[in-house]
C-alpha cells in the first residue's frame, strides 16, 4: 500500500472499522495490514494505537508516531488482560456482549494519566480467540 495512495483513499473520511474494511478490500489486504499501515504513516491519516489480544490477553501493541499518549504508560502489559474499564475489558467480563460501535471512553480507562481528550475505542472480533482494540482521539 504506497503511502500516497493510501493516504489519498484515506482523505476526509472518518476513522471506523467501516474504513478498515473498505481499505481492506480496495488494496486486498487483510484489514490486520491496514489497521498497521495507519500506524506506519502518520500525518494526513490517523493518529492511533492498537492492542491485539489473543485468549483474552495482551499479545502486542502498534502506535503512531503522532497518538497523543504514545509516551504514557498504559493499564494493562504483554501477557496481561485489558484494563476491566475498557470496551474490550467489558467484553472479556462478558463474553456475551460484543460492542461492535464506536464507543467513547476516558483516557484513564487505558492510561495512567488524566486528561480533557476522550478517545474513541472499537474493537474487532474475530472467531480464532484472538481480538484487536482500537483507540484514536476524538
Request: hydrophobic share 40%.
Amino acid at each position: 500500500m504506497p503511502s500516497v495512495i493510501f493516504k489519498k483513499a484515506c482523505y476526509k473520511k472518518v476513522f471506523s472499522l467501516n474504513l478498515i474494511e473498505e481499505l481492506s478490500k480496495e488494496f486486498n489486504v487483510s484489514k490486520t495490514a491496514v489497521l498497521l499501515r495507519f500506524t506506519d504513516i502518520d500525518a494526513g491519516t490517523y493518529p492511533l494505537m492498537i492492542f491485539f489480544f489473543r485468549k483474552g490477553v495482551l499479545s502486542s501493541f502498534k502506535k503512531s508516531s503522532d497518538f497523543p499518549f504514545k509516551d504514557v504508560p498504559f493499564k494493562t502489559k504483554i501477557g496481561q488482560p485489558p484494563p476491566k474499564t475498557s470496551v474490550i475489558g467489558e467484553y472479556y467480563l462478558n463474553k456475551e456482549t460484543k460492542f461492535k460501535e464506536v464507543m467513547e471512553v476516558s483516557v484513564t480507562d487505558w492510561f495512567w494519566r488524566d486528561s480533557n481528550i476522550k478517545l474513541n475505542e472499537q474493537c474487532f472480533y474475530s472467531d480464532y480467540d484472538y481480538d484487536i482494540s482500537i483507540l484514536w482521539p476524538d
